[in-house]
């Protein structure tokens, strides 16, 4: 309400004008209403009032002209059977040419047949004449509408008068035309106003007396209430007169005297506007009487407020004044009221003010003189100080430079030791960069087992961030269901492990390295490589499904083969002559050989595929040993190798697939076969271990060379010397064979010197209980 | 009365000399080249044993076993089925269905299988 702050000025003069203006216009407003209605009113009677002079003016007109007419043709000269036509014609002339206000006197017979017109205007007859019927049926003098005859700006009103014999018949008719110039005047002389008019008009609306002869016979305007005027005889009516509304009074002329009237109406009206006219004219007046007495108004206002106003703004401004520190101002106000009080009692209060002003001042110089005394004992004492202190300063200064010696010294030995700091910084940085953008998935677990390190490869790998994996141990990872798979293959306590494969998903499949860390004989932790094989896995399996497949092919015509050559052979299909024979022998063999190397790539696919069945019953492995070996003496004893088979009394089951189980012995002793001279040995041992059995294949023959032992178990994998022995051979006998025994839990490895011999092992594991 | 064999076999050569061996030892060997001929001709010719392929066109082995197994006119002839993959599950399969005997192309010749068929219809 801040910015609407109105002075005290403001207010006076706001409400003086409120309590002055408002029940003035109101009372304007008022007067003005009253004024319209009366004033209409006025208007209203004062038509009523001439209107009923001007009707009587017109019945006296009408009666006076039917007087006549009794008084002149009721007279024994028209009714008397015995005066002849002659005479009565001579009678009429006369009476039309004292009575120039008859236009026409005419004589009629009985029929209505002209006999005779004073004017000569009328020939022919009246005999279908409405009043002319009218007055001899009523037998009584009629009175015509008024009308024109030829000219309508000449109206005319005719009397029709029988002329009755004794037994009262009509014999003759006379009918009188009234000049209605007369009638007219009166009509014209009605003046009302500036543009007031008097309307005289017959029961049908038509006009027949106005001021205008060129309406006379018009309808006068549809929204006339014609026959409620009829019915109310006399009042006020508004009506539409060429375009212009009209107010005025109306009054039915009933009859004429003592004789029947027409039922005319006289209206008097005057145009609306004009009425209005004179009511907006007093109304402007008011208006400006208003403005006037308004302004009148504020001006007393504004002065009042200011004779009230001015003392207190004297008050204000010495109190402004008194505030700034001027005691000598005094308010004078000589109003004779309670403001000259509050002057007085004011002026007072200041004097009063200016004395203790005064005491005052003098008190706070006596303080200043003597604080003036206090500081001059204070400098003096000071500049002795200002010496004591310059001294120590000296003083201060010199130890000041030998430690800033000092300083420098030190900051020498911190700038080396910054130096070094950041080529350190720069080392770790450029370590950092190589972890960050290693294509391979990193890991480091602290010797706590704790994930101190992640690189984005991993992140990506184990989809985790790292953030939420620093800092966790192996038990903590394990929860996380992507992070599962390779803490398992980690185990509780972090082994190395080199290049195992862990499929993470369809889509993902990583080869494992756990290495440890030492650094300066301190174990620092472990190192955890991830790298992706997802894509040679990928063209691995499309590569064993494309082997499986062109395998299967070609079993089915080396069937065919085999079963033509050997029924060829058992003569199944006629005599074969032995040179024949012999070659065909050797098809045979070659085709075995060809049938041998597809089994094994089919076997491989299959391991490669995933899809190499194992259906593990508990079988007594030493049988299936006597199996393999026996079928084998036949190519040993043909070498002369010897093959001796050791094995305890008894031996417990083990859970094998024996077909698998036999193929991966048969290859071994096979192998052992193979690659050994002529006179060697071969041994086949089993021997029953706590939780398994070791089997083991030893023999004397040419070994694997030192340089190539890593690779034996790999696909395809022949060594030089062996290659050199025996061209024929997959080199994927070994590889399948690890692959059975590992399926069923086993491992299998083998110690070898070239030229002395090799030893393969296998366990396998007992069947618990 | 010669013991009648139904071969069902699509491999044009393996039928020949099928028929060629068995025939040899006094066999009526009739021959199916699939599997929906095989068991019109055997609800035809009443076989003393049928030896039938597993991989042919249309109708295979397995499903012609299994409609055997639905007609008990078929479900006691004896049958000997012919892999030529030889994988485990195709013989568990063989077995499940009834075979009584099996051999695998590529590890069996001619004479074996008619040692086979010697076993279970005798000659």
């Known amino acids: 309400m801040k910015g609407f702050r109105f002075s005290f000025k403001t207010k006076t003069i706001l409400i003086l004008l409120f309590f002055g203006i408002v029940p003035l216009l109101l009372n304007g407003f008022f007067i003005l209403s009253q004024l319209e209605s009366y004033l209409k009113n006025k208007t209203i009677q004062n038509l009523e009032e001439i209107e009923r002079l001007v009707a009587v003016q017109i019945e006296d007109f009408v009666a006076e002209a039917f007087n006549n007419v009794i008084f002149l043709f009721k007279t024994p000269v028209f009714s008397s059977l015995t005066v002849p036509l002659e005479e009565k014609i001579a009678e009429i002339k006369k ?40 007055a001899k049926e009523k037998k009584e003098v009629i009175i015509s509408d008024i009308y024109a005859v030829l000219d309508p700006t000449r109206p005319t009103l005719s009397f029709f008068l029988p002329i009755l014999d004794e037994k009262n018949e009509p014999i003759f008719f006379i009918s009188v035309q009234l000049n209605m110039e007369k009638f007219l005047e009166i009509i014209n002389s009605v003046k009302v106003g500036e543009r007031g008019q008097a309307f005289l008009i017959n029961e049908r609306g038509d006009i027949i007396a106005h001021p205008y002869r060129s309406l006379l016979f018009e309808k006068i305007s549809p929204d006339y209430p014609l026959k409620e005027a009829v019915f109310l005889k006399k009042g006020v009516v508004e009506f539409t007169f060429r375009e212009e509304k009209m107010v005025g009074a109306f009054r039915i002329i009933e ?3 003592q004789y029947p009237g027409k039922n005319w109406h006289l209206i008097l009206a005057q145009p609306k506007e004009e009425i209005l006219s004179l009511v907006r004219q007093i109304r402007k007046q008011i208006y400006f009487f208003l403005f006037l007495s308004s302004i009148a108004i504020a001006l007393i206002a504004s002065l009042l407020s200011r004779s009230i106003t001015q003392p207190l703004e004297k008050f204000i401004s010495a109190a402004h004044q008194v505030t700034a520190g001027n005691f000598q101002v005094q308010v004078e106000v000589k109003t004779n009221d309670e403001f000259e009080d509050l002057a007085t009692t004011f002026n007072q209060m200041i004097k009063e003010l200016r004395n203790s002003y005064l005491k005052l001042n003098e008190a706070k110089a006596n303080l200043e003189r003597q604080v003036r005394a206090r500081t001059e004992q204070l400098e003096t004492l000071a500049k002795s100080l200002d010496k004591e202190v310059e001294k120590r300063t000296r003083e201060l200064n010199l130890k000041i430079e030998e430690l800033r010696k000092s300083r420098t010294a030190l900051i020498n030995i911190l700038e080396d030791v910054e130096e070094a700091r950041k080529k350190a910084e720069e080392e770790r940085k450029k370590t950092n960069a190589l972890i960050v953008n290693f294509s391979d998935g990193l890991l480091f677990f602290d010797q706590e087992g704790k ?30 269901p992507s992070f599962q798979p390779l803490i398992e293959l980690l185990g509780e306590k972090i082994q190395e492990i080199f290049r195992k494969e862990l499929k993470m998903g369809e889509d993902l499949i990583l ?13 620092l932790g472990h190192l955890i490589v991830l790298h992706n094989i997802t894509r040679e896995k990928m063209v691995e399996r499309i590569k064993t499904e494309f082997v499986s497949l062109a395998a299967h092919q070609l079993r089915t015509p080396l069937s065919a083969i085999k079963w033509t050559l050997r029924m060829i052979l058992d003569g199944d299909l006629g005599e074969v002559s032995p ?5 065909l ?11 041998n190397l597809i089994n094994d790539l089919l076997n491989v696919a299959r391991i490669e595929e995933g899809r190499y069945l194992y259906k593990p019953q508990p079988e007594d492995i030493g049988i299936i040993f006597s199996e393999v070996i026996e079928l084998h003496k036949e190519k040993a004893e043909r070498k002369k190798i010897e093959i001796i088979f050791k094995k305890p009394e008894s031996l417990p089951k083990v859970l094998v697939d024996k077909e698998k189980i036999a193929l991966a012995i048969s290859n071994l002793v096979n192998n052992a076969i193979e690659y050994t001279l002529a006179g060697g040995k071969v041994t086949v041992e089993i021997q029953k271990r706590e939780k398994e059995l070791l089997c083991l294949v030893s023999d004397t023959g040419i070994g694997i060379p030192k340089d190539q032992q890593s690779r034996v178990f790999t696909k395809f994998f022949r060594a030089t010397n062996a290659m050199r022995m025996q061209t024929e051979g997959t080199g994927l006998g070994l590889f399948i064979t690890k692959n059975i025994i590992e399926a069923h839990g086993g491992k299998i490895w083998f110690q070898s010197e070239e030229g002395k011999g090799t030893t393969f092992y296998f366990s396998l594991p007992l069947i618990e209980n | 009365m010669a013991k009648k064999i139904l071969l069902v076999e699509d491999e044009e050569i393996m039928i020949d000399l099928l028929q060629k061996k068995l025939g040899k030892e006094g066999y009526t060997v009739f021959v199916a080249k699939e599997g929906e001929e095989g068991l019109k001709k055997m609800r035809e010719v009443n076989p003393d044993l049928v030896l039938l392929d597993i991989i042919m066109p249309k109708k295979g082995g397995f499903e012609v076993m299994e409609e055997m197994n639905r007609d008990p006119k078929l479900k006691n002839i004896p049958v000997i089925v012919i892999s030529n993959s030889g994988q485990p599950v195709e013989l568990d399969r063989a077995k499940e269905l ?21 076993k279970q219809i005798g000659k």
């Open chain 1, 95 to 134: 009476i039309a040419s004292y009575y120039p206000n008859f236009q026409d006197i005419t004589l009629l017979d009985k029929d209505g047949r002209i006999l005779f017109s004073s004017s000569f205007k009328f020939y022919g007859k009246f005999s279908s004449n409405f009043w002319f019927l009218q």
């Open chain 1, 255 to 257: 009859n004429f005297q």
């Open chain 1, 451 to 480: 994930l101190s390190l992640i690189n984005p490869q991993a992140e990506k790998f184990l989809k985790v961030n790292s953030q939420e994996v620093i800092g966790q141990s192996l038990f903590q990872l394990k929860k996380i």
């Open chain 1, 511 to 523: 080869e494992v390295s756990a290495i440890s860390v030492i650094s300066e004989k301190e174990q």
């Open chain 1, 579 to 583: 040179d024949q024979k012999a070659l």
């Open chain 1, 585 to 595: 022998e050797k098809s045979y063999l070659a085709n075995e050989r060809m049938i």
């Open chain 2, 98 to 118: 009834g075979a009584k005997d099996w051999l695998i192309k590529t590890e069996f010749d001619p004479k074996e299988v008619l040692e086979k068929v010697i």
